[in-house]
């Protein structure tokens, strides 16, 4: 089947920098998408990665090696707004059917 | 303002009480699909729509319909709801770009 593992929660300090990982398993690849929702919310997009390398959108950044299957969202500068979840998803032939992780609970201490 | 819009956004219901959720986009993009989340589980595809009249399915499909009449409307259909039913529907457009934008959700309860 197709998956896309995410750490399930990670906890942060405000100001740090943090890294939540996305290792995919599908049949295809057509692009890593990043996503945050906010309790009670709707998902807004964050970021997106076709090609290896880094993308970077103010305090985002998002990066993608199709080699490894893998990519991660990286927040800087956190402040305690960014506390949310995160979601990856990928389209494994399209931008528009998207197999989504199970999401990451960002937590931020003051 | 550029929105997705569903109605209602809470519904508590009995089953088999056939019900439909409203779903409508300003934005003239051709892309609409709808989603359910449940907790642990991310998002899951129920239908999507390339076009108007043409639809498919997605994921998770069974028990549910929908229709593309219109190019700003894709309303979501329950014929006969059951309990695991019960879920966060979410309503979400695109054009041709990367970015999806969602709809304010749907907390819907089946009893």
């Known amino acids: 089947g197709q998956s896309l593992e995410q750490p399930s929660e990670v906890t942060a300090v405000e100001g740090a920098i943090v890294q939540i990982n996305c290792t995919y398993q599908?049949?295809?690849?057509?692009?890593l998408s990043w996503y945050q929702q906010h309790d009670g919310g709707a998902p807004t997009f964050l970021s997106y990665?076709?090609l290896d390398g880094l993308e970077e959108t103010g305090r985002f950044s998002s990066f993608l090696s199709r080699s490894d299957s893998y990519g991660y969202l990286l927040l800087q500068e956190l402040q305690m707004k960014d506390s949310a979840s995160y979601f990856c998803?990928?389209?494994?032939?399209?931008?528009?059917?998207?197999?989504w992780g199970a999401g990451t609970k960002l937590i931020i201490k003051p | 303002e550029a929105q997705v819009t569903q109605n209602p956004r809470y519904l508590i219901t009995v089953t088999g009480k056939k019900l439909t959720v409203t779903c409508s986009q300003n934005?003239?993009?051709?892309?609409m699909s709808w989603y359910r989340q449940d907790p642990g589980l991310g998002l899951r595809q129920i239908y999507y729509?390339?076009?108007?009249?043409?639809?498919d399915k997605g994921d998770v499909p069974e028990g549910y319909k929908v229709s593309r009449k219109e190019k700003r409307n894709f309303p979501l259909i329950l014929e006969s709801p059951s309990p695991n039913q019960t879920s966060l529907y979410f309503c979400?457009?695109?054009?041709?770009?990367?970015?999806?934008?969602f709809g304010p959700g749907t907390r819907l309860t089946v009893l």
């Open positions: 990665n076709a």
């Open positions: 979400a457009s695109s054009s041709a770009s990367r970015e999806q934008f």
């Open positions: 998803a990928v389209g494994p032939d399209s931008n528009y059917q998207l197999i």
């Open positions: 934005m003239n993009h051709e892309y």
């Open positions: 729509s390339m076009n108007v009249e043409v639809t």
């Open positions: 599908t049949s295809g690849f057509y692009g």
